[in-house]
């Protein structure tokens, strides 16, 4: 499924003191593929995730998510950064809210919710509470609670970013292996050079703030992907040219953060 | 080596665990010395052994638990009234700005007032009977219920909200499965402060002069009056055991009601 976005604009709180967020963002995510948006913090990536899912409103420009004219967010599904899962609810509970929701009943959505923590690895944590888990399991079940809404679309806010890098390892080809089975529209943020060549089909580099694209790098490393390859001399070519890009704008994002304290 | 600093830990653990009965009984032990022979007057202060005697007798001829049982009723109802009235209200408040905006002035004029001065007033409106202690006690504990409630649901975070309606949740369905919930730890919190303040004026109610015939204001007021201060005593003690085992009570049915929530307890 598709994602276009043509001309957007976010503009955050009123003038004089209002932030331009994103400035006339065009960029046309391709259905089925898995593309990473790599920037520096604060120019806009979790923003344009949200609008995306619908759960921001916008200042201006399209979006369109598929061509079926649904309302945004009807055909994706977020994983966020703070995980945001139900504390007073059990791990299965958490994973099935969705099809709750939906009015699947009891003995359905626990069926499927119970397959769907086995394939992450958390079988036997079904009663626990989200407080009683570690952070990579936490992870496990955010992802365990969009994937069972089988929407076609992902948004990935830097859900890896608290992860010790360890877990991140293993989340990372986890995620590949669901990606590669399950041929999903994905959308990740991130400002991890590695992850993003490491998971993506392309890469979106944004400007510092107001964020722009800068540049798209297509990635053409095969697929299936493994860790392995981040020692691959087109790998060291990729995150090069990718180090150069952000390098840039992460020294533009820190002038602009000088200039406005000076 | 190793087993010596066990042993050394293990006798420290002991007196950890000791300490605070020792202290007790020492001061127990001083205070009933001093009565005893320094001729401390027993209206004044009663030694600790004819406090006790007291207590037993006052249990056995069934005066303390006719007088404590009637005080917890009373402050069971005005706690149910006002747990029930003040959730009712946060919860509003907390889901529809028109409410709030409604209740706020109320709230912010009443809440300030010491309650306990409305007693003259609810005296001439209800006289002193039953309905009065109530309406006293829950008068003071609603407040608390209210706002605990009330800031409870306002504080839900909007990340939980959010993801919600990401997966498919209406507005209902997001009150009753995810903003209600993430307040429980909050509401149960107002609930406890509700139940002390309570306590305290259900007592009170019981004491204001001539009242009531009934409840354990009523006998500490009375048992002061005619200076049987050992009477004073047991009853205060009985009063101090009986919130002890309220506030129990209460923690206990919190971790039922909100198990999830880390607790220093
Ligand atoms: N609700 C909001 N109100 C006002 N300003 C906002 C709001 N949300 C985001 N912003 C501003 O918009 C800009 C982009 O924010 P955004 O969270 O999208 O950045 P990001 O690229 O995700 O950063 P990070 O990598 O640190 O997560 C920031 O300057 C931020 O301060
Ligand atoms: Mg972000």
């Given at each position: ?11 955050f709180?009123?003038?004089?003191r ?44 399209t ?29 299965i509970?958490?994973v ?57 679309v ?71 992907r ?37 | 080596m ?26 127990l ?7 005893r ?35 917890f ?105 995810v ?87």
């Amino acid at each position: 499924m598709d994602i276009v976005v043509e001309n957007l604009v976010q503009v955050f709180g009123e003038a004089p003191r209002e932030v331009l967020a994103l400035d006339r963002v065009s960029h046309r995510f391709p259905s089925e593929r898995f593309t990473c948006i790599l920037g520096p913090s604060g120019c806009g990536k979790s923003t344009m995730a949200q609008i995306v899912g619908g759960i921001e409103p916008y200042t201006s420009g399209t979006v369109t998510v598929g061509s079926d004219g649904q309302p945004l967010g009807t055909h994706s599904v977020m994983v966020w950064q703070q995980l945001n899962l139900f504390p007073w609810r059990t791990v299965i509970d958490n994973v099935a809210f969705g099809l709750e929701i939906r009015g699947v009943a009891k003995p359905e959505r626990n069926e499927r919710a119970r397959r769907l923590i086995a394939s992450v690895g958390l079988r036997g944590f079904e009663q626990h509470r989200p407080p009683q888990l570690s952070g990579g399991m936490r992870q496990r079940v955010a992802l365990a609670r969009a994937l069972i809404m089988e929407r076609p679309v992902m948004l990935m806010d830097e859900p890896f970013a608290a992860l010790d890098a360890q877990t991140k390892i293993v989340m990372q080809e986890e995620l590949v292996r669901i990606y590669e089975r399950s041929k999903r529209t994905i959308l990740f943020v991130t400002h991890a050079i590695d992850e993003a060549i490491l998971l993506g089909d392309e890469v979106v580099v944004m400007t510092a703030r107001p964020g722009r694209i800068k540049e798209v790098i297509p990635i053409d490393l095969p697929r299936p992907r493994s860790q392995e390859m981040v020692n691959t001399p087109a790998f060291g070519r990729l995150y090069d040219r990718a180090l150069h890009l952000i390098r840039e704008e992460v020294l533009n994002a820190m002038k602009q953060q000088e200039a406005m304290v000076g | 080596m190793a087993v010596r600093a066990r042993t050394k830990s293990k006798t420290r653990r002991l007196a950890y665990l000791a300490a605070p009965y020792l202290v007790i009984t020492a001061v127990l032990a001083a205070w009933e010395f001093a009565v005893r022979f320094n001729g401390i007057q027993p209206i004044f202060l009663p030694a600790p052994s004819s406090i006790l005697k007291y207590l037993v007798v006052m249990i056995l001829d069934g005066s303390l638990p006719y007088h404590l049982s009637i005080t917890f009723l009373r402050i069971i109802a005005g706690f149910a009234v006002a747990g029930v009235t003040g959730i009712f209200v946060g919860v509003a408040m907390g889901m529809s700005r028109l409410a709030a905006r409604l209740v706020d002035p109320w709230i912010a004029a009443l809440y300030p007032l010491p309650k306990i001065s409305l007693i003259p007033l609810l005296i001439i409106w209800l006289g002193t009977g039953e309905t009065y202690k109530i309406v006293i006690s829950a008068v003071t504990a609603f407040f608390p219920v209210a706002i605990s409630t009330f800031s409870a649901i306002r504080q839900v975070d909007s990340g939980l909200i959010k993801a919600a309606k990401d997966l498919g949740a209406g507005v209902r369905q997001i009150q009753f499965k995810v903003v209600i919930p993430a307040a429980l730890p909050g509401i149960t919190s107002g609930l406890q402060l509700g139940m002390g303040v309570t306590i305290i004026m259900v007592v009170a109610a019981e004491m204001i002069g001539g009242s009531s015939d009934s409840g354990m204001g009523y006998l500490l007021i009375h048992a002061g009056q005619v200076m049987e201060t050992e009477k004073v005593f047991a009853g205060l003690i009985a009063l101090a055991i009986f919130g002890a085992v309220i506030t129990g009570v209460q923690k206990r049915i919190d971790r039922l009601v909100a198990p999830w929530v880390e607790r220093e307890h």
